[in-house]
T-cell receptor, first 113, second 111 residues
């Protein structure tokens, strides 16, 4: 039981390049999320998927797209990377019960030059 | 105004001492509250849920004050390994579990 996994762990991009961050969970959770974390800003929600087949914008969606490939996998795509997207990206999942909360993957550190 | 606000610290604490800090939330409809721990930009990990009656888990005690809209975390007998950033988190009433994160309070336990 690996929980939430993310690939890659680190990535360096040049401005304008594209890439996809991968996230998978093996806990049979319904909802999945993508966050970015910048110094002093806390975690900000980029996109989320409440259930398989649905996706919605979060607080900071501009410059990103997502795909909920199946119940396990939720990917985040940067079509044309910008230096402002340099950040640490976390994926999380949530079963959907009031007693529980979100569980996070180990993160992807992205540097856009 | 941020929905969840925390004192960024750092709170410098001698080993063995007690440290306590609060966070405030602005949405009175928030239903659930949590404290997460985060080490050196690693992933946040759930430390404990916060119940209306308050709850304790070993050396950690969390309290919720709905009237004043704040949550507290107290760490007793601080260990060097308690050095981390503690994130205060609230959740509203929607079914998909959207969380609001504070920016975190840094705790540094010194020998």
């Amino acid at each position: 039981n690996a929980g939430v996994t993310q690939t890659p762990k680190f990535q360096v991009l040049k401005t304008g390049q594209s890439m996809t961050l991968q996230c998978a969970q093996d806990m049979n959770h319904n909802s999945m999320y993508w966050y970015r974390q910048d110094p002093g800003m806390g975690l900000r929600l980029i996109y989320y998927s409440a259930s398989e087949g649905t996706t919605d914008k979060g607080e900071v969606p501009n410059g990103y797209n997502v795909s909920r490939l199946n119940k396990r996998e939720f990917s985040l795509r940067l079509e044309s990377a910008a230096p402002s997207q340099t950040s640490v990206y976390f994926c999380a999942s949530f079963r959907g019960t009031l007693e529980e909360t979100q569980y996070f993957g180990p993160g992807t550190r992205l540097l856009v030059l | 105004r941020k929905e969840v606000e925390q004192d960024p610290g750092p709170f410098n604490v001698p080993e063995g001492a007690t440290v306590a800090f609060n966070c405030t939330y602005s949405n009175s409809a928030s239903q659930s509250f949590f404290w997460y721990r985060q080490d050196c930009r690693k992933e946040p990990k759930l430390l404990m849920s916060v119940y209306s009656s308050g709850n304790e888990d070993g050396r950690f005690t969390a309290q919720l004050n709905r009237a004043s809209q704040y949550i507290s975390l107290l760490i007793r007998d601080s260990k060097l390994s308690d050095s981390a950033t503690y994130l205060c988190v609230s959740r509203g009433t929607d079914s998909w579990g959207k969380l609001q994160f504070g920016a975190g309070t840094q705790v540094v336990v010194t020998p």
